[in-house]
């Protein structure tokens, strides 16, 4: 089935050690998505991919990157994760940034800063 | 400021009854709008939606109705079931911000049987 995948499920990381977030999709979508969401909180957009070309959000921190290799692959490195960065992280995708087209999750990625 | 507000964290509803979510928006540019559910474990999965062109979208069991005049939207759920328990986003679109989606809290919906 065609499906937006992310590894790993769950990620422990030290506080100040590099981690990367990996997302994956089978649906040939143009546009990828990463979000961050804390615990009863609404799912805050860091940046997100329109085919190649990167478009950050003003308020995402500098410690946040992302890397699109591809159309199927798109990464999320935390360069120095602190424990404020604690959180899901869920990758989306669309076919185009707004329009009708609704945005297909992958199931997150729960990340802990020791 | 929040631009997408869901002010109910939880709703319980009987199994059978009518289950009502509530979503209000400040953004009058917001030209779309979808709902979202979301299971534990999972990522959310597209519910709903509705054009601000339109007042009312139907589909099965879910309608959802806008009031932009009160900048209001709420997803009806007729009857509930178990199975509906999950956690409701609702988000809206901005055509003049790239069309992003902003999203609410979420409310959290149990459906007792």
């Known amino acids: 089935d065609a499906m937006v995948i992310q590894n790993p499920r769950y990620q422990v990381t030290q506080f100040g050690k590099p981690v990367t977030l990996s997302c994956s999709q089978t649906?040939?979508?143009?546009?990828m998505y990463w979000y961050q969401q804390k615990s009863s909180q609404a799912p805050k957009l860091l940046f997100h991919?329109?085919?190649?070309?990167?478009?950050n959000e003003a308020d995402t921190p500098d410690n946040f990157q992302s890397r699109r290799p591809n159309t199927s692959f798109c990464f999320l490195d935390i360069r120095s994760p602190g424990l404020g960065d604690a959180a899901m992280y869920l990758c989306?995708?669309?076919?185009?940034?707004?329009?009708?087209?609704?945005?297909?999750f992958g199931p997150g990625t729960r990340l802990t800063v020791l | 400021d929040q631009q997408v507000k869901q002010n109910s964290p939880s709703l319980s509803v009987q199994e059978g009854r009518i289950s009502i979510l509530n979503c209000d928006y400040t953004?009058?540019?917001?030209?779309?709008f979808l709902w979202y559910k979301k299971y534990p474990a999972e990522g959310p999965t597209f519910l709903i939606s509705?054009?601000?062109?339109?007042d009312k979208n139907e589909d099965g069991r879910f309608t959802v109705f806008l009031n932009k005049s009160a900048k209001h939207l709420s997803l009806h759920i007729v009857p509930s079931q178990p199975g509906d328990s999950a956690v409701y986003f609702c988000?809206?679109?901005?055509?003049?911000?790239?069309?992003?989606?902003?999203f609410g809290d979420g409310t959290t919906l149990t459906v007792k049987p």
């Open positions: 988000a809206a679109r901005d055509p003049t911000n790239a069309g992003k989606s902003t």
């Open positions: 953004n009058s540019m917001f030209d779309y």
């Open positions: 991919y329109y085919d190649k070309d990167f478009n």
């Open positions: 989306a995708t669309s076919r185009s940034p707004g329009g009708t087209d609704t945005q297909y």
């Open positions: 509705i054009s601000s062109i339109k």
């Open positions: 649906l040939n979508h143009n546009v």
